[in-house]
């Protein structure tokens, strides 16, 4: 079994790649995102759909770009896998890209 920590998880693409890895019973599923609304409505979800799993499934709301994100990654065991999943949705920049410069 392996352990996996999936940034940005919470999200539309990272929901559906927690639930997939959430079936094959990671020894570890750790997943964070800066929205706590959304990662409470993944684990409501995964509960409801997928039940449980004996390996270590938890969800943190950490922005990705802190001081308590690089502190929380210094203390963990290593990952087999991160994936990266995180976005920032509808960019100002791609709309109007003069308004930045």
């Known amino acids: 079994a392996s352990r996996f920590l999936v940034l940005g ?19 570890a599923l750790h997943v964070i995102d800066i929205s706590e609304n959304n990662l409470v409505e993944l684990v409501r979800d995964i509960r409801s759909s997928l039940g449980y799993i004996e390996g ?14 690089r502190a929380f990654i210094e203390q963990q065991p290593k990952y087999d896998y991160v994936l990266n999943l995180s976005a920032l949705k509808h960019v100002r920049s791609e709309k109007d890209p003069y308004t930045l410069m």
Do not use: N, W
């Open 56 to 69: 270590d499934f938890q969800t943190f709301a950490l922005d990705i770009g802190s001081l308590e994100y």
């Open 9 to 27: 998880g919470a999200g539309t693409i990272g929901q559906a790649v927690c639930k997939e890895i959430f079936k094959r019973s990671p020894q």
